[in-house]
């Protein structure tokens, strides 16, 4: 009998705290809610290598894809003094695909990945104390510098996201400061009028004087990019981290929110980013000269405005700059300017029509070939149709118009199927023109 009541008071937990209602099981001052967010689409993408030496499929290819799908639980505990202990802990989940690490052979571009993101906490997780005084927390999250925009892309997680060109320095589906740290403490201000800031560090925790190693007690190299990579029977081995692998990371936003306006200004620092797989390498040629590209920081800052001009048109503009300390600066391919442009027409109370510009600009140079035209612009289109504030079904075509010496890519760090320069056979073609046509639904609880 006391077997039952103990399962009948956990049955009772998990089904009360699943529709965010309170919970008998559950202490009168904390509450637990799960929650989470169902994103799948039916996509058909094109790389468009025209070049007769490339190998295997180049042309449009379909497929079912979830995007930045995820389930977790959150709550927090009343400690007395108007303070609360808060924590949630959030995970990705792969609907449509099979959870596990990204094979050497089938992994996109810089972007071989030894994690498993469907595993528990793979997403934004923590433990922190709030207040008055705002709330200072510990775990992995969205660094300041991404959350601050993340609102400003109509087309996030889809084949248009913005991160196809924003927040990415080297043209790969992988957007360095656009993305999610991990070890990290943080601190949320309260609003103060119409202003709030948040500031996040996230010690580099690396043994290697050149952040060639993984950071201690992480299963991937800082930032993602796992040098050359080795797989045997489809596992892989990550390393040595000389792909953008960095130490310390700083990340610093503040927000204005006042009316039809929002408006942001935000800075990142990668320290002692490890570059040197740009370097001459045999198996990978053409490669720039020892020493040129180097482990040196990174950083990003960026401006930007959302602004209701009615109440059914929505204005979203951001400019970027990405800098890099390189030895040489004729083979620095992580310096430059970028711009997005978005614009949020509603037709209907339930429809809205979404445009969207993103445009990279040249960089000093790149580790293959030195200075060269690398200039890329990114244009959306989508429509979507709600059906309530929890569900609706999109539509999305983009096109990524590279030039010559440019490789960027679509669907970066949010769609679950990525593009990238290659072909079968590994071989990068610059200056092509990929495009993308998305259909699908979203439903939240």
């Not at 079912?64 to 959030?90: A, K, P, T």
């Not at 200004?265 to 990978?284: C, F, I």
Request: net charge negative; proline share 5%.
């Amino acid at each position: 009998m006391k077997r039952r009541k103990i399962l009948a008071a956990i049955a009772t937990a998990l089904v009360a705290a699943a529709f965010g209602a309170p919970s008998p099981a559950v202490a009168a001052d904390t509450s637990v809610q799960f929650y989470g967010h169902l994103d799948l689409s039916v996509d058909d993408a094109t790389k468009g290598i025209k070049e007769s030496t490339a190998q295997g499929k180049v042309g449009w290819q379909a497929d079912v894809s979830s995007n930045l799908s995820y389930f977790g639980v959150r709550g927090d505990h009343d400690i007395g003094g108007g303070n609360r202990l808060v924590f949630q802990i959030e995970t990705q989940v792969d609907v449509s695909a099979t959870p596990g690490p990204s094979p050497v052979n089938q992994a996109s571009q810089g972007n071989t990945d030894n994690k498993v993101l469907g595993a528990l906490g793979s997403r934004n997780s923590f433990l922190g104390i709030a207040g008055n005084f705002g709330a200072f927390k510990l775990g992995k999250t969205d660094a300041p510098y991404k959350l601050s925009t993340s609102r400003m892309d109509p087309f996030s997680a889809s084949v248009g996201d913005y991160n196809s060109i924003m927040g990415n320095s080297g043209g790969d589906n992988r957007a360095e400061f656009d993305t999610r740290l991990s070890h990290a403490a943080w601190y949320e201000s309260p609003k103060m009028g119409a202003f709030s800031f948040s500031a996040l560090f996230a010690p580099g925790q690396n043994r290697a004087s050149d952040n060639s190693n993984n950071a201690s007690g992480e299963p991937d190299c800082t930032g993602g990019g796992g040098g050359q990579g080795s797989g045997i029977g489809g596992l892989v081995n990550i390393g040595p981290c000389n792909d953008g692998s960095f130490g310390d990371a700083f990340s610093v936003a503040g927000v204005y929110e006042a009316g039809p306006l929002y408006g942001i200004v935000a800075y990142e620092l990668h320290k002692n980013a490890n570059r040197t797989g740009d370097e001459t390498n045999p198996l990978a040629p053409p490669a720039a000269p020892l020493g040129s590209v180097g482990v040196a920081n990174e950083a990003a800052m960026k401006v930007g405005g959302q602004y209701m001009v009615l109440p059914t048109i929505i204005v979203n503009v951001i400019f970027e700059r990405l800098t890099r300390k390189a030895p040489d600066p004729n083979f620095n391919e992580r310096q430059h300017n970028a711009v997005w442009l978005a614009l949020t027409q509603k037709v209907t109370a339930q429809d809205d029509v979404n445009l969207g510009w993103a445009h990279a600009g040249k960089t000093p140079g790149d580790p293959g070939t030195g200075p060269i035209d690398n200039v890329a612009n990114m244009y959306t289109v989508g429509y979507k149709h709600h059906f309530d504030k929890q569900s609706n079904w999109y539509a999305v075509y983009a096109r990524q118009a590279n030039h010559t010496g440019a490789h960027y890519d679509l669907g970066s760090s949010g769609h679950g199927i990525t593009t990238d320069c290659k072909d079968a056979a590994g071989a990068c073609f610059t200056g092509e023109t990929l495009q993308a046509v998305s259909v699908g639904w979203m439903y939240s609880f």
